[in-house]
């Protein structure tokens, strides 16, 4: 078989004050996005060429083809498949999740508080044979607070565009509009009226927060967040403490958050701290504080608190250390849990 030769059209470029040749830069397409979303929209002789390095591999490593059955059931038999996670509380029901041998995608299951009567609510497989794709990701799995609705965004296509449903858990329709062209994560409203939603630009980066209005099949989602630089990605989430949504848009290296109230009709998102380059940090609230996770002055972080967003005044919760890398806070009932890494352990606190 011929080693495949994709054709060569050469190109003369320059780059600070150096040039080279480029015999391959047409295979570049402008819309290369859209090929993410749709396959067939990738240049033909491109797909063909492709196709052709497939048969080459698979012929000249058909005689490998017994020892990569070998090697993958070797790391597959060290993965417990038959498994349930430690199931979580809220105030009707016991949730958790299992695996199991047969499958390839988790199952979501309850049962109400003091009952044996356990309900299956999601089974991915099922869900990827209804469908009859081949590719099949989850990109999250919410439950309404009222314990009603399921909420869940998948990718059927390998594109990272995530689509929105949201069902009744009773009965399995669909009770809003499908919502494309999403990040995949999903946050229900108090009152689950509503979801919030990211969703991606030309340039698949999540620069707006949507709120949908659950069974709204027709109007346009509202806007209530859009982050201006190319640079920045945004995602939103309720505090622990169930009073404030944050929205939090960031870079590598440089964050900026903003709140507003869980009881505010319209929302209108309200900046905590003004961004600065290098800087990062990241607020939650609990217990009628708000906890600061900063490096502003700690290169390995540290935790200030403020008894107020609006008037702020930061003051040590836990100080920066030498060489310890300062976690974050969980916050539960009478505790809080937080983390920190020395001499490469990590520990909780």
């Not at 990272?160 to 069902?167: A, G, N």
């Not at 404030?244 to 709140?259: A, G, K, L, P």
Request: aromatic share 12%; charged share 35%.
């Amino acid at each position: 078989m011929k080693v495949p030769q994709l054709r060569k059209k050469l190109e003369i470029k320059s780059c600070h004050n150096v040039t080279w040749e480029d015999n391959y830069s047409w295979i570049h397409q402008k819309d290369i996005l859209e090929v993410l979303k749709d396959k067939n929209k990738l240049d033909p002789e491109v797909k063909k060429y492709l196709i052709q390095e497939n048969n080459y591999t698979d012929h000249h490593l058909k005689d490998t083809i017994p020892l990569q059955k070998k090697l993958f059931d070797e790391i597959k038999g060290r993965i417990k498949l038959d498994d349930e996670s430690l199931p979580y509380r809220d105030h009707t029901y016991d949730y958790w999740t299992k695996t199991t041998v047969e499958g390839n995608y988790s199952i979501k299951l309850r049962k109400k508080i003091n009952s044996n009567n356990v309900e299956e609510i999601w089974n991915g497989d099922k869900e990827k044979e209804k469908l009859g794709v081949e590719y099949f990701r989850i990109g999250d799995l919410e439950v309404s607070n009222d314990d009603k609705f399921l909420a869940y965004s998948l990718d059927i296509k390998g594109s990272e565009y995530y689509t929105i449903f949201v069902r009744n858990i009773n009965n399995n329709e669909l009770v809003t509009k499908k919502i494309l062209d999403t990040s995949g994560s999903i946050t229900f409203s108090l009152d689950d009226k509503y979801i919030f939603y990211s969703k991606l630009d030309d340039n698949h980066r999540a620069r707006k927060i949507y709120r949908h209005e659950i069974g709204n099949f027709d109007d346009e989602d509202e806007l209530i967040f859009e982050e201006k630089s190319e640079a920045f990605t945004v995602s939103i989430g309720i505090s622990s403490d169930e009073k404030y949504y944050f929205i939090s848009t960031s870079d590598h290296n440089t964050s900026e958050q903003y709140y507003f109230s869980v009881n505010e009709k319209t929302p209108k998102p309200k900046l905590i701290l003004k961004r600065e380059k290098g800087i990062l940090y990241s607020v939650s609230s609990w217990n009628g504080k708000f906890y600061n996770h900063t490096n502003r002055d700690a290169e390995d972080f540290k935790i200030d608190i403020s008894e107020s967003l609006e008037k702020q005044n930061w003051k040590s919760f836990i100080s920066a250390k030498d060489e310890v890398l300062i976690g974050g806070c969980v916050f539960l009932k009478d505790w809080i849990i937080r983390s920190e890494t020395s001499d490469a352990l990590d520990k909780l606190l």
